[in-house]
């Protein structure tokens, strides 16, 4: 399993390849726009990035060039574009490979294996240890304290979206968007409910929480007991409040 960066504006398109890239295995995250997938690739160091050219602020050729004065990380093209003097431009601007619009999932899936492959990148992604809470993103599974935690698919994504942000406070619009793929002004009561799921799966409330904290009027983060312990809850737990 690899943890790509998906750089698409179409929100469409973009929750299509999420789900397609996630059903093969992968951890993924996206970003609307040149400017936030450049920002997202350099902070999050992901395994590869997938970079759509036609970007409403700043054309994905250039993002590439910008990105390649920072960063190695491998990038495959996708594009509607398909002359050759384009794919020429964008693999000399550093491109690992590219792919033509409209592309199958399981093209874009061994693409991405193939890239990884050919550069000598892991797709084995480690646990992510959070405390005492063990989120296995390659089997999708959870322990706490060495305990079994049964989850839905949908609240293993919010878990492990979270768990790879430990101590970073996330809104629930970028919940909406990263987890669920909705669009801005989606229905922010999904995340509240999934919060409150989770924390019973996790035998706290927002309340009393151990792992699952509200920052009021921001959002809710990850973090080990030890490290928030001290601190009291920001909100109650019901719909509105994560």
Same mark, same amino acid.
């Given at each position: 399993?690899?943890?790509?960066?998906?750089?698409?504006?179409?929100?469409?398109?973009?929750?299509?390849?999420?789900?397609?890239?996630?059903?093969?295995?992968?951890?993924? =995250?996206?970003?609307?726009?040149?400017?936030?997938?450049?920002?997202?690739?350099?902070? %999050?160091?992901?395994? !590869?990035?997938?970079? %759509?050219?036609?970007?409403?602020?700043?054309?994905? =050729?250039?993002?590439?060039?910008?990105?390649?004065?920072?960063?190695?990380?491998?990038?495959?093209?996708?594009?509607? $574009?398909?002359?050759?003097?384009?794919?020429?431009?964008?693999?000399?601007?550093?491109?690992?490979?590219? &792919?033509?619009?409209?592309?199958?999932?399981?093209?874009?899936?061994?693409?991405?294996? =193939?890239?990884?492959? *050919?550069?000598?990148?892991?797709?084995? @992604?480690?646990?992510?240890?959070?405390? %005492? !809470?063990?989120? %296995?993103?390659?089997? *999708?599974?959870?322990?706490?304290?060495?305990?079994? &935690?049964?989850?839905?698919?949908? @609240?293993?994504? !919010?878990?492990?979206?979270?768990?790879?942000?430990?101590?970073?406070?996330?809104?629930?619009?970028?919940?909406?968007? @990263?987890?669920?793929?909705?669009?801005?002004?989606?229905?922010?009561?999904?995340?509240?409910?999934?919060?409150?799921?989770? $924390? $019973?799966?996790?035998? @706290?409330?927002?309340?009393?929480?151990?792992?699952?904290?509200?920052? *009021?009027?921001?959002?809710?983060?990850? =973090?080990?007991?030890?490290?928030?312990?001290?601190?009291?809850?920001?909100?109650?737990?019901?719909?509105?409040?994560?």
């Amino acid at each position: 399993m690899a943890h790509l960066l998906v750089v698409e504006d179409d929100p469409q398109l973009r929750g299509a390849l999420v789900r397609a890239l996630r059903d093969k295995g992968h951890a993924v =995250a996206t970003a609307p726009s040149g400017m936030a997938g450049l920002d997202a690739a350099v902070t %999050d160091r992901p395994d !590869l990035v997938v970079l %759509d050219l036609g970007l409403p602020d700043v054309d994905g =050729a250039q993002v590439l060039r910008m990105l390649r004065s920072v960063s190695d990380v491998p990038v495959i093209v996708a594009t509607a $574009r398909d002359d050759e003097p384009e794919m020429v431009t964008v693999l000399e601007a550093g491109a690992d490979d590219y &792919i033509i619009k409209p592309f199958g999932a399981a093209q874009l899936d061994a693409r991405v294996k =193939a890239v990884l492959r *050919r550069l000598g990148v892991t797709e084995t @992604e480690e646990p992510l240890l959070v405390g %005492d !809470l063990r989120v %296995d993103v390659a089997s *999708r599974e959870v322990t706490l304290s060495g305990a079994a &935690i049964d989850l839905t698919p949908r @609240e293993f994504d !919010l878990l492990a979206y979270l768990a790879h942000r430990p101590g970073q406070v996330v809104s629930r619009r970028e919940l909406l968007a @990263e987890v669920w793929q909705q669009p801005l002004g989606g229905a922010d009561k999904t995340v509240d409910v999934h919060l409150s799921w989770l $924390r $019973r799966k996790l035998g @706290e409330t927002a309340q009393s929480p151990r792992y699952l904290h509200t920052v *009021r009027t921001v959002g809710v983060k990850l =973090a080990a007991p030890e490290e928030t312990s001290h601190r009291p809850a920001d909100a109650p737990d019901t719909p509105g409040t994560a």
